[in-house]
């Protein structure tokens, strides 16, 4: 028999019911965590099957982490079930393709939260919240039955309108690069306040003549705004000091500043790195160029 034809089959569907049933009881609370379930032989008086069938949907609820068995003591409520304790940070973006430093903070900031908690915290990469792809199924699996506590969404405007976020029961929250509409509450940065501080910081140095760099995504989103907030503080720009450069290739970062700041070159005395994932390429450009920070720039 296939696991198609089993997981139709009656014995399966009764299966189904029964751990969705006390899956039920464990999430609205009525079997309370470290609580005792009812025993195998009530539990097959209660729903008329066979204690074949009581056992397997039980060992469903097991290798899912809702209940825990403790030999002839009887069956209990897990002390740490997975709809209140299981988190998970979901990245559209699959590892090494194109993740940033900001990226690899949320990680490690997510993995400390779970060293110093009794949390288990689950990274996710390479998310649709469609049935697209393997780690997509399988979050929406978890999802679906109960088995995540929260979800916190990497720029999850790309999971709008997906039953990632249409599952009732679990708390949702998305870190966005900007302010959008999402059934979530969002935290999104303050890009205009940033813009402002820091082309205030480079004024108030004497610095009158300058230069960025500016990763594509963030340009598109700032672009203007970054353009009308150097005008107004009457600060001198040119098209060509405006470099637009990806956040993932220090090379390419290191040429532009090369050619801002190369022989012969009408250089600006200030440089807004907007992203700081080019920081490093950016000053390798510097020392090759020989300028001095922040002498000359």
Same mark, same amino acid.
């Given at each position: 028999?296939?696991?198609?034809?089993?997981?139709?089959?009656?014995? &399966?569907? !009764?299966?189904?019911? $029964?751990? =969705?049933?006390?899956? !039920?009881?464990?999430?609205?609370?009525?079997?309370?965590?470290?609580?005792?379930?009812?025993?195998?032989?009530?539990?097959?008086?209660?729903?008329?099957?066979?204690?074949?069938?009581?056992?397997?949907?039980?060992?469903?609820?097991? #290798?899912?982490?809702?209940?825990?068995?403790?030999?002839?003591?009887?069956?209990?409520?897990?002390?740490?079930?997975?709809?209140?304790?299981?988190?998970?940070?979901?990245?559209? *973006?699959?590892? #090494?393709?194109?993740?940033?430093?900001?990226?690899?903070?949320?990680?490690?900031?997510? /993995?400390?939260?779970?060293?110093?908690?009794?949390?288990?915290?689950? $990274?996710?990469?390479?998310?649709?919240?469609?049935?697209?792809?393997?780690?997509?199924? #399988?979050?929406?699996?978890?999802?679906?039955?109960?088995?995540?506590?929260?979800?916190?969404?990497? *720029?999850? *405007?790309?999971?709008?309108?997906?039953?990632?976020?249409? =599952? !009732?029961?679990?708390?949702?929250?998305?870190?966005?690069?900007? !302010?959008?509409?999402?059934?979530?509450?969002?935290? /999104?940065?303050?890009?205009?306040?940033?813009?402002?501080?820091?082309?205030?910081?480079?004024?108030?140095?004497?610095?009158?003549?300058?230069?960025?760099?500016?990763?594509?995504?963030?340009?598109?989103?700032?672009?203007?705004?970054?353009?009308?907030?150097?005008?107004?503080?009457?600060?001198?720009?040119? *098209?060509?000091?405006?470099?637009?450069?990806?956040?993932?290739?220090?090379?390419?970062?290191?040429?532009?500043?090369?050619?801002?700041?190369?022989?012969?070159?009408?250089?600006?005395?200030?440089?807004?790195?907007?992203?700081?994932?080019?920081?490093?390429?950016?000053?390798?450009?510097?020392?090759? &160029?020989?300028?001095?920070?922040?002498?000359?720039?």
């Amino acid at each position: 028999m296939t696991e198609a034809q089993q997981s139709s089959s009656p014995a &399966a569907a !009764k299966q189904h019911v $029964i751990s =969705e049933h006390l899956r !039920k009881e464990i999430i609205e609370g009525r079997l309370a965590p470290g609580g005792r379930l009812p025993t195998q032989v009530q539990l097959v008086e209660q729903f008329r099957v066979s204690g074949v069938t009581i056992q397997r949907a039980l060992d469903r609820l097991i #290798r899912e982490g809702f209940i825990f068995t403790r030999g002839r003591n009887g069956t209990f409520v897990a002390t740490h079930p997975p709809h209140l304790y299981s988190y998970g940070v979901v990245f559209r *973006d699959q590892p #090494r393709m194109g993740r940033s430093r900001y990226h690899e903070m949320l990680e490690a900031q997510a /993995f400390r939260l779970q060293r110093a908690s009794d949390r288990k915290v689950t $990274i996710f990469n390479g998310i649709t919240g469609r049935e697209d792809n393997e780690s997509s199924r #399988r979050l929406l699996a978890l999802v679906r039955s109960h088995q995540m506590a929260g979800l916190l969404m990497i *720029d999850g *405007d790309t999971f709008h309108g997906t039953p990632l976020l249409e =599952e !009732k029961g679990i708390f949702r929250a998305a870190i966005m690069s900007r !302010k959008v509409d999402l059934p979530c509450p969002i935290i /999104f940065p303050d890009m205009t306040g940033m813009i402002d501080l820091a082309l205030d910081t480079l004024v108030a140095r004497g610095r009158r003549r300058i230069a960025t760099l500016i990763t594509v995504p963030v340009h598109l989103e700032i672009g203007d705004y970054l353009r009308n907030a150097m005008r107004a503080r009457n600060i001198t720009t040119y *098209d060509r000091w405006r470099q637009i450069v990806p956040h993932d290739i220090p090379e390419a970062v290191r040429n532009s500043v090369l050619m801002l700041m190369g022989p012969g070159a009408e250089r600006p005395d200030g440089l807004f790195i907007v992203d700081d994932n080019l920081v490093e390429g950016a000053s390798s450009g510097l020392v090759e &160029a020989g300028v001095n920070v922040p002498g000359d720039i």
